[in-house]
């Protein structure tokens, strides 16, 4: 069954740096490209990062230049490294695939983990 724990979210001050990490069960992994997503409070989610099978990457142009995305394969592991942070970079981060195509398998629902929050203050 398919499981997502991201980990490693925490209070940061303005231009601090933190590294998320999502470790995955499941074959899915090694064929999927990932993604990691965060949800603001009152917002809607947005994808900030992605990383392909062969680690190409692709970063919305707010967090272009500050955050790395990279995966682990042998892990079954992404991180996502986040520098420079700001107070709009706060949110619950989740990882999934990209697209987020999981499923849960009794409900048939979108399937997401818990998520790890980041909170940046100023």
């Known amino acids: 069954q398919v499981q997502l724990v991201e980990s490693g979210g925490g209070l940061v001050q303005l231009g601090g740096s933190l590294r998320l990490s999502c470790a995955a069960s499941?074959?899915?992994?090694?064929?999927?490209?990932m993604g990691w997503y965060r949800q603001a409070q009152g917002k809607r989610p947005e994808l900030v990062a992605s990383i392909t099978t062969g680690s190409m990457t692709n970063y919305a142009d707010s967090v272009k230049g500050r955050f790395t995305i990279s995966r682990d394969n042998a892990k079954n592991t992404v991180y996502l490294q986040m520098n420079s942070l700001k107070p709009e970079d706060t949110a619950v981060y989740y990882c999934?695939?990209?697209?987020?195509?999981?499923?849960?398998?009794?409900?048939?629902?979108?399937?997401w983990g818990k998520g790890t929050l980041v909170t940046v203050s100023k």
């Open positions: 499941g074959s899915f992994f090694r064929i999927n490209n």
């Open positions: 999934n695939t990209e697209p987020a195509t999981i499923v849960e398998y009794y409900t048939g629902m979108p399937y």
